[in-house]
């Protein structure tokens, strides 16, 4: 059961232009999401996070919008740098019962061409 | 500030050996969670514990799989009788008691690989 999906497997962007992914969630009880960046061999980094109170939240280059009727969000990159060239994971998380535990998506490799 | 501290980084087991998986969280952080990786997978949450006690088991393996977070010392994931099935990333987190208590941050993650 897959209550979260990134379902672009890889995304590729010219240096300078906007990169964005996708993530979709099945399960309504989630209220906060997250973006991670990994590189290989290395933990995931924390990005950006939002709240489902929110439509938005904007850190530097990276934007985070949410679409509750539509359970959607994406991450926006811009200006895409070659080192953003990583795999990028959404999480969920519900404050309920199922507090702390992060559901991930499969991730999604964006790759950066200068 | 020290990140979230794995040992070791590669773990090679033979199939029936023990593994054990340590895990130091950010200073200031009293919760701590283990997730595990397959190749070409997504994250998958196993275990959520505070010290001495696990709050959420749900993700964990019915049998020879076990977590602990000890009052002093690191967090241990046992994994008993290891497979080849058990070959893959196990990454641990931590969050802080106040704060962003959302936000978990991960460490660089065991990789363990069972012949």
């Known amino acids: 059961d897959q209550q979260v999906k990134q379902n672009s497997p890889s995304l590729s962007v010219q240096e300078g232009r906007i990169s964005i992914l996708n993530c979709d969630y099945t399960n309504s009880m989630f209220d906060y999401f997250l973006w991670y960046k990994k590189y290989p061999a290395e933990g995931p980094t924390f990005l950006i996070s939002?709240?489902?109170?929110?439509d938005k939240n904007e850190d530097g280059r990276f934007t985070v919008f949410l679409n509750k009727s539509a359970k959607h969000l994406s991450l926006h990159i811009v200006p895409s740098q070659p080192g953003d060239s990583a795999v990028y994971f959404c999480a969920a998380s519900d404050g309920g019962t199922s507090y702390g535990k992060l559901t991930f998506g499969q991730g999604t490799i964006l790759t950066v061409h200068p | 500030n020290a990140g979230v501290m794995q040992n070791p980084r590669h773990l090679v087991r033979r199939r029936g050996q023990e593994a054990r998986l340590r895990c130091s969280p950010m200073k200031g952080h009293s919760h701590v969670y283990w997730y595990r990786q397959l190749p070409e997978e997504g994250l998958k949450f196993m275990v959520y514990?505070?010290?001495?006690?696990?709050?959420?088991e749900s993700g964990m393996p019915k049998e020879r799989f076990s977590a602990e977070f000890p009052k002093e010392g690191p967090s241990i994931l046992r994994i008993q009788q290891v497979v080849r099935g058990d070959s893959a990333a196990y990454f641990c987190a931590s969050s802080p008691t106040s704060g962003r208590t959302n936000i978990q941050y991960f460490g660089a993650g065991t990789r363990l690989s069972v012949l």
């Open positions: 514990l505070q010290k001495e006690n696990i709050i959420d």
């Open positions: 939002i709240s489902s109170i929110k």
